[in-house]
């Protein structure tokens, strides 16, 4: 049998997807996209899980987008579907959290980057090398990359070309934190914990009024979260109640 291109395991609350074709470094293509999309719809009606975590399989992330299947011509299903696919993902009501390790280049950064924030091991190494190949990026790494460490630092990437190591992401704020290689899969099952312990209803909430005041005025984006305010979640009163040994009341 054909093994999994893209992989779902569940365990606590999380699903951690994996992208899985170690033997070409999980090297990204139309097959790979399409299970990696079919895991992400099912996610939507899971209300089982409450974190996603994105990781590859074998030496790294991900070296990117599949060149000889560039080369050759890809059936894509339509104009736009790998970007339609991460879309998908990145408004999944659910925290998702990219796990690098190795190899994050220009498709793969792509991919990483539709998360809500990335983990790196330390031998994580990011670039986008679409100029290098006479590229344009059509999976959001013109908007998605200015947006997380601003756009001087996104046309210095883009114009050179260059890759850059765990820490200089760290610095620049493309990834969130850097743990040893060692440490990498506990430091991963420690922040699903972290996240899966809270409120899945706060989670999706956030996640929503995140989105929607993205690059907003304050004025304006104080006066959505206060007209758009979705209230509690169905556990405050548990959860509450857990914390001070008595039953919460909820206050209208």
Not at 89 to 106: D, N, Q, S, W
Not at 208 to 219: C, H, V
């Amino acid at each position: 049998m054909t093994a999994s291109l893209a992989t779902r395991q569940d365990k606590d609350g999380c699903a951690i997807l994996t992208l899985n074709r170690p033997d070409k470094l999980n090297s990204l293509t139309v097959g790979m996209f399409r299970e990696l999309r079919s895991h992400v719809s099912d996610l939507y009606k899971d209300d089982s899980i409450s974190c996603v975590v994105l990781r590859g399989a074998g030496k790294c992330f991900s070296a990117g987008h599949d060149l000889a299947d560039i080369a050759e011509g890809e059936a894509v299903p339509s104009r736009g579907w790998h970007s339609e696919t991460l879309r998908l993902m990145e408004r999944l009501p659910k925290p998702v959290i990219a796990a690098v390790h190795g190899h994050c280049y220009t498709g793969a950064l792509e991919v990483a980057l539709a998360a809500d924030f990335i983990i790196a091991a330390e031998s994580a190494r990011f670039g986008d090398t679409h100029a290098k190949w006479a590229l344009t990026p059509i999976w959001g790494m013109s908007q998605r990359l200015p947006r997380r460490v601003g756009i001087a630092t996104a046309k210095r990437l883009m114009f050179t070309a260059e890759m850059i190591g765990a820490a200089e992401a760290f610095r620049i704020g493309l990834t969130e934190m850097v743990v040893p290689d060692a440490e990498f899969d506990a430091a991963i099952g420690k922040l699903a914990k972290q996240i899966t312990e809270n409120s899945a209803f706060s989670h999706a909430a956030n996640k929503r009024l995140l989105e929607a005041t993205d690059a907003r005025d304050m004025d304006s984006g104080l006066q959505w979260e206060v007209l758009n305010n979705e209230g509690v979640g169905p556990d405050m009163q548990a959860r509450i109640g857990a914390f001070t040994g008595k039953s919460a009341k909820a206050k209208t």
